[in-house]
């Protein structure tokens, strides 16, 4: 296995277990908390959107009008 292989394993390993230990949380928040929130953390658009159970079109979006609201 490559370590690129590796790391993307490993990333979304660290998805699911963000995902069980914040799910209550962000959960119970608006979508664009969540967003911001888990943005901060790092998270790429796909992985915020799984945890969201949104698309990572609607990420996008919200990530944009978080951006221009600043």
Do not use: H, P
């Amino acid at each position: 296995m490559k370590d690129q292989e590796l790391l993307e394993q490993i990333s979304r390993k660290m998805s699911v277990l963000i995902a069980l230990a914040f799910g209550k949380d962000v959960r119970g928040l608006k979508t664009e908390k969540g967003v911001e929130i888990l943005t901060r953390f790092g998270l790429d658009n796909q992985s915020v959107a799984d945890i969201l159970n949104t698309t990572k079109r609607t990420v996008e979006v919200i990530k944009s009008r978080i951006k221009k609201m600043k």
